[in-house]
């Protein structure tokens, strides 16, 4: 069987650290994040989730 890179080789935009830092943005208020590494809109949901009702006011940048 073919591999699907799509399927097969799916990594996640955010690493573990990366959620650290955005449990800390909301501590610290910020209103804006910009998220590197972008393949699709399911990215950006994702940190949103992260974010949850303390970050729903932090707007999200995908950098292409």
């Given at each position: 069987?073919?591999?699907?890179?799509?399927?097969?080789?799916?990594?996640?935009?955010?690493g573990?650290?990366?959620?650290?830092?955005?449990?800390?943005?909301i501590?610290?208020?910020?209103?804006?994040?910009a998220?590197?590494c972008?393949?699709?809109?399911?990215?950006?949901?994702?940190?949103?989730?992260?974010?949850?009702?303390?970050?729903?006011?932090?707007?999200?940048?995908?950098?292409?």
């Amino acid at each position: 069987p073919g591999l699907d890179w799509q399927k097969d080789l799916k990594l996640s935009a955010l690493g573990p650290n990366d959620v650290k830092v955005l449990h800390n943005s909301i501590q610290q208020g910020v209103n804006m994040i910009a998220v590197s590494c972008v393949e699709s809109k399911d990215d950006i949901a994702y940190v949103k989730k992260i974010l949850g009702s303390k970050g729903q006011h932090i707007k999200v940048l995908a950098k292409l």
